[in-house]
């Protein structure tokens, strides 16, 4: 589902990587201990002895940070003097401009960012050249080099204090809301990476992005033995993901589904393994038999613009970029790690920092879900309904998902009826807020914080930054009114703006306003989503269909844990082995991919040596992402599971979103009573089995 907030990957890969890194000291200048001890004991002397530790450690943040460049031994002394709260009340009066001024920073920079983009997201009429300069343009790019240079960083440096992860997940749970606002401040400041550095990793990013783009199938030119075409003309699957949701949508078609299924596993096979023919990427000039590898040039003409081909179709594989593409972005993140000392490599920075979950902690849960005896009896299930042996690629099965009990065509008819354009939907929000529990002054409120416009694509949702500012969320609506599947979305990304909403509006500090992490705002969205039927005064499923559902969830929950398993695997074998070349690391990724798969899939699905959990894309193109996924089910459940026993959507949603952005474990005990973990999702799938009948 679409993020919540909309930048592009290389600007979210920017962020993060500029969040992640902390200064190295490459040469600390030589008169910096002496102006240290001699502050200490200036200062000691005219402060009470129990500011004394927070002064050590001020000092110690600021000198860490402090270059040449900010200023001479004199510079750094009167500095000192100058910008050090000597009791409470001094340093309640800097925490209080910080969250005032940083809220009018933030807030309207979002909100400049998003007039830029106005004409590229909106539905307004053709895109301009100079609009799409204006959308690229990021006018907060600098705001961290410029706050170190007017040494605002260093304000903060010196008075509040830095934290490590193990910090917040330790002593965190007893820390009051200002110490979790003020760990919040520091944290902001606590890296200053070099812009070229910086600029080097966005563009060797970009370049997987770009790589990963145009890499599609053209499945009309995909052939059989007897030289069949089984896909329509015309169509073009991305790698991965409309191959993977082709084989789940083929589950549906009785006659041909199977076969076509068997092939798009074996073009899976190919790119991961890259034997794949290099000519039959992005390119419907020529047919190939993914079986045999045979290629020629195609008779069949199905594209507006075919690649001109003349002459014998070279049968050459791809030459291993998959992975070449994987190794640059290893190489250019190893020039970020020396100036993160704290999280000195990217899987640290990862987790640590961005997702503040150990990887010990993840890897664990990911193994308790895939290592459960819940796999094997929903294997059997699977087997059961298909009432054949499974193959590998039934890890992507979808049937337990019912056809429901109104058509497409009547869902378009009501939801055509009752939004015919977007402010229809927006005029709409008060009644299904109500709807879903939330009182009416309340509803009214949230409301009123939300606007709805036209989008070009499918929609979104983007949260404002300062209370004075409204949420967006951009819904797509046809001539014809908006149909079922924009409607769907659309309450979605609502879950998101009104959890942006509330947790901006309604959290005790501006420091605090938003969620621990991306899974916790779709854990919140899928809430709304899983209720569109309701608000549109349909009947809601029985309890045979919910479990179902769960028992779906649970079989695409150990997917992906499984796909990130060997993300992370590839990770850490790159940086075990840093000068691999590119035929080394597919090698490797087929290793782990087999070793994954032998161990958890092997034993339920009966074929050994799979490699296909090494197809995402994701896994070259947005580094070590794919772990999300699996936390954000097993967050949603946790969370959906409190609601249900609550009986109410509109109170636990306010009071859960209300918490803030505290680290996802105290966020989630305090939501639900539990930290993050496996239990929710599985306890729910046991209840769904039995409550299915299905044998032990
Ligand atoms: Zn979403």
């Known amino acids: 589902m679409a993020h919540p907030i909309r930048v592009g990957m290389t600007a979210a890969l920017l962020t993060m990587l500029l969040s992640a890194g902390t200064l190295a000291r490459a040469a600390e200048p030589a008169w910096l201990r002496g102006s240290m001890d001699k502050l200490k004991a200036e200062l000691s002397a005219a402060i009470a002895p129990e500011e004394r530790p927070r002064l050590e450690r001020g000092l110690a943040q600021v000198a860490q940070f402090w270059q040449e460049t900010d200023g001479d031994a004199a510079a750094f002394e009167a500095f000192v003097r100058e910008h050090f709260a000597r009791d409470q009340a001094a340093r ?66 010196l008075n509040f204090p830095l934290t490590t992860l193990d910090e917040r997940l330790t002593q965190g749970p007893s820390w009051t809301r200002r110490q979790w606002a003020e760990a919040r401040l520091a944290q902001r400041f606590g890296k200053r990476v070099p812009a070229d550095v910086a600029l080097e990793f966005a563009r060797v990013t970009a370049e997987a992005e770009q790589y990963i783009a145009q890499y599609n199938i053209w499945a009309h030119h995909l052939v059989d033995a007897s030289d069949r075409r089984l896909f329509p003309a015309r169509m073009r699957l991305l790698s991965h993901w409309n191959l993977r949701d082709q084989i789940k949508a083929d589950y549906a078609d009785r006659q041909q589904g ?127 309904r298909l009432g054949r042996r499974l193959e590998p690629f039934d890890i992507w099965y979808d049937g337990f998902l019912p056809r429901g009990t109104y058509s497409a065509t009547e869902l378009d008819a ?48 983007m949260g404002s930054a300062m209370r004075s500012a409204r949420a967006r969320l951009r819904t797509r609506v046809g001539p014809g009114g908006m149909d079922y599947k924009g409607y769907n979305i659309a309450v979605h990304e609502l879950g998101h703006n009104v959890e942006q909403t509330i947790s901006l509006n309604d959290v005790d500090h501006w420091l605090l306003a938003g969620v621990p992490n991306n899974a916790f705002t779709e854990a919140l969205a899928f809430v709304f989503q899983g209720h569109d039927l ?119 949603f306010e009071r859960m979103a209300r918490l803030g952005q505290v680290a996802p474990d105290v966020w989630m005990t305090q939501a639900t009573g539990s930290p993050v973990g496996p239990e929710a999702l599985l306890d729910a799938t046991g209840r769904a089995l039995a409550e299915i009948g299905a044998p032990r």
């Open 258 to 384: 199977l076969t076509r299924q068997r092939l798009l596993q074996k073009v899976m096979e190919r790119i991961v393994t890259q034997t794949i023919p290099a000519a039959v990427i992005d390119n419907p000039a020529v047919d190939w038999n993914p079986t045999t590898n045979d290629v020629r040039a195609s008779s069949v003409k199905d594209a507006d613009s075919p690649r001109p081909q003349t002459g014998p179709v070279s049968a050459e594989r791809e030459p291993d970029t998959r992975y070449a593409t994987l190794l640059a972005t290893l190489r250019a993140a190893r020039k970020i790690d020396p100036f993160s000392p704290t999280a000195p490599t990217l899987i640290a920075r990862r987790f640590d920092e961005n997702r503040e979950i150990p990887e010990a902690r993840a890897r664990a849960i990911f193994e308790a879900v895939l290592s459960s005896p819940l796999l094997s009896r929903v294997a059997h299930l699977v087997q059961a």
């Open 92 to 157: 309640d009066a800097v925490f209080e401009r910080f969250e005032r001024l940083l809220e009018q920073v933030d807030g309207h920079m979002a909100e400049l960012g998003r007039e830029l983009r106005t004409q590229a997201d909106l539905d307004l009429g053709p895109i301009l050249p100079v609009d799409e300069l204006f959308a690229g343009y990021e006018p907060g790019a600098h705001i961290l080099d410029d706050f170190f240079q007017n040494k605002l960083a260093f304000v903060v440096l």
């Open 414 to 461: 009501t939801v055509r009826q009752r939004y015919p354009t977007a402010q229809a939907f927006e005029a709409d929000i008060p009644r299904i807020l109500e709807r879903l529990g939330f009182t009416h002054e309340r509803a009214l409120f949230i409301a009123s914080r939300i606007a709805v416009d036209p989008a070009r694509g499918s929609g979104h949702a």
């Open 534 to 652: 309701n608000l549109l005064g349909l009947s809601t499923p029985d309890e045979k269909t919910l479990a179902l559902r769960t028992v779906n969830q649970y079989w695409m929950t150990c997917e992906i844990a499984a796909v990130a398993l060997v993300d992370m695997g590839v990770w850490h074998w790159m940086y075990e082995h840093p000068d691999a070349t590119p035929a080394e690391l597919r090698e490797a990724t087929l290793a782990i991919a087999r070793d994954v798969w032998n161990r958890y899939y092997a034993p339920v699905i009966g074929v050994r040596d799979v490699t296909l959990l090494a197809v995402y894309s994701h896994m070259i193109d947005s580094i070590l992402y794919l772990p999300d996924y699996p936390i954000g089910h097993l967050i949603a459940f946790q969370v959906e599971a409190k609601m249900r026993a609550a009986g109410s959507v509109g109170q636990e």
